[in-house]
């Protein structure tokens, strides 16, 4: 399986990115994507997650009303739209897609949120 994640950087506080994931070993629309994060010296947590049509999304509070998790299964691609990004919003984001118990991790991206 491998993942290939871009869109990652740096932005100023208030500042957009939109990260992608695209994914290539397994049969992606089966899969549920999500994106989490890990900031430095903290646990790594869910920041959004959308299941395997697209119809349902979830989202975790840090980016709530501020954050769109969509994917296109005829890429085999996920995406992650960050609005109004914050200080605290820097860490790496990381591509996770799961099929019953069965997960896999993209590499990450490092986003850097400063003026």
């Known amino acids: 399986v491998q993942f290939v994640e871009s869109g990652g950087g740096w932005v100023q506080p208030g500042g957009s990115l939109r990260l992608s994931c695209a994914v290539s070993?397994?049969?992606?629309?089966?899969?549920?994507m999500s994106w989490y994060r890990q900031a430095p010296g903290k646990e790594r947590e869910m920041v959004a997650t959308?299941?395997?049509?697209?119809?349902?999304?979830n989202y975790a509070d840090p980016g709530k009303g501020r954050f769109t998790i969509s994917r296109d299964n005829a890429k085999n691609t996920v995406y992650l739209q960050m609005n109004r990004l914050k200080p605290e919003h820097p860490a790496v984001y990381y591509c996770q897609a799961q099929y019953l118990t069965t997960a896999y991790w993209g590499q990450g991206t490092q986003v850097t949120v400063s003026s």
């Open positions: 070993g397994l049969t992606f629309r089966r899969y549920v």
């Open positions: 959308i299941n395997s049509r697209g119809g349902s999304t």
